[in-house]
């Protein structure tokens, strides 16, 4: 029997995914699981997979169409079966006007890419196209987009390398003279946001302006696990070596199975303590944030943990999350510890109830037992929706996050 594929609603805030290209196209055999198409969201490009076998029967909308979140995309079914799905309203995304206002993406120059004029606006181009651009020199303004609406993706930038294309990337000239002009004055620079910056933008303000906030600060003594990451990790090869913030995600899900008003979220007058432990891991991404998920956390082994992490990580920062890595999350945790920083707070990530924010590691003179010595600290805060709890658990909390970050054997056994 044919099966409908719908648009997957990617977060509690997506309202339409933009369907970037048709993965598998109609008339191919497709599996379970197997990428049906791509889609564009506020946050990333996302792979959506084929929730059946068989084969692609109908592509109910175009590539290049933006469609509400649960309406109906492709049909799958048996070879010759006939099907009837119903049709969607979605609209076409359309090509920018030559003077369309400022906020609006200009399309690349339909000339050769060789030749094509740098815009003085941001390109139209997928988040995939923009890094490998990034990385590679290539000036995005001079590419020629083949994708919907004029808009550069991902090929356009390979055969723009291929041809030998790098050309002045951003402004900067492609040979630096030896001397340089000192500098007197600068313009005024109009950079729009991006989609990602924008969706931050609002949820963030829902945050701060219907979440009551407040936040508790503890210190915690890191040197026993200091110690115990450099013995496990004399043993592991270099691309599985474990991090700080693996054995913080550990403990923070442990600790949470004993504190579950911190694991839940708010629904009218009633507080949902969720039965699952999904600890979400803010990901630095080009334009913003990104939260990844640990599912079952609290279940997992400190090295399933940071393999997990490390893999959802990088196709967050490639622009190819899949919507598994970024849904479900219960509490979030947000890391600056690798920038020096020694502590900050963050935003409650809506619908949850509690963000910790984690500053560095340092190695600082400490007083023990009445002598100064030299020991391994570390300062965390807890962001938490009062609606939901109070001081006092979020302090015992955090002394609870203490006896496994201090005793880190416990997360051993």
């Known amino acids: ?40 969201t506020d946050k990333a490009t996302v792979e959506v997979e084929s ?9 109910i909308v175009d ?14 079914g048996q070879a010759g079966e006939k099907v009837d799905a119903p049709k969607a309203a979605p609209s076409k995304v359309e090509s920018p006007k030559a003077d369309t206002a400022p906020q609006t993406q200009p399309v690349a120059d339909s000339v050769s890419p060789a030749v094509s004029s740098p815009s003085t606006g941001p390109v139209k181009a997928s988040p995939l196209a923009k890094k490998i651009a990034k990385d590679n020199n290539v000036n995005l303004a001079a590419v020629q987009g083949t994708g919907p ?17 790098k050309s002045q990337v951003e402004g900067r000239p492609s040979a630096q003279p030896n001397y340089q002009l000192p500098i007197t004055n600068y313009e005024d620079k109009v950079v729009p946001t991006t989609k990602l910056r924008q969706a931050i933008g609002r949820r963030l303000v829902e945050s701060k302006t219907t979440i009551p906030h407040f936040y508790v600060t503890h210190e915690y003594k890191m040197d026993a696990l200091m110690d115990i990451r450099k013995q496990a990790n004399a043993f592991m090869p270099d691309t599985e070596k474990l991090s700080v913030n693996d054995f913080i995600l550990k403990a923070v899900a442990l600790s949470l199975r004993q504190f579950p008003n911190l694991n839940a979220t708010i629904k009218g007058n009633e507080v949902i303590q969720f039965g699952h432990v999904n600890v979400g891991v803010a990901v630095t991404v080009p334009g913003g944030l990104m939260t990844v998920v640990v599912k079952d956390t609290d279940q997992k082994t400190l090295r399933q943990i940071s393999g997990e992490v490390k893999a959802m990580a990088g196709r967050a920062r490639e622009g190819k999350v899949k919507p598994n890595d970024i849904e ?28 910790l924010a984690i500053g560095s590691a340092k190695e600082t003179p ?7 010595e030299v020991g391994s600290r570390m300062k965390a805060t807890i962001s938490v929706d009062h609606r939901i709890s109070d001081g006092a658990e979020a302090a015992q909390f955090m002394q609870q996050l203490a006896e496994f970050l ?3 054997v416990r997360m051993l056994v």
Do not use: C
């Open 1 to 40: 029997m044919a099966e409908t594929i719908n648009m997957p609603k990617l977060g509690f805030d997506m309202a339409e995914g933009l369907l970037v290209r048709w993965v598998k196209q109609v008339g191919e055999n497709i599996n379970k699981g197997d990428v049906l198409a791509e889609i564009e």
């Open 51 to 59: 929730s059946a076998s068989g084969v692609v029967l109908q592509h």
């Open 63 to 76: 590539a290049g169409t933006s469609v509400p979140v649960n309406a109906p995309i492709a049909v799958v």
């Open 149 to 165: 609406g004029g808009r550069v993706v991902r090929k356009d930038v390979e055969s723009a390398l291929a041809s030998g294309q």
């Open 328 to 355: 479900g999350s219960t509490f979030s945790t947000s890391n600056l510890g690798m920038y020096d920083v020694e502590e900050f707070i963050a935003i409650v990530n809506p619908p949850e109830a509690a963000i």
């Open 366 to 372: 400490v007083v023990e037992n009445g002598q100064i």
């Open 406 to 408: 201090e005793n880190p």
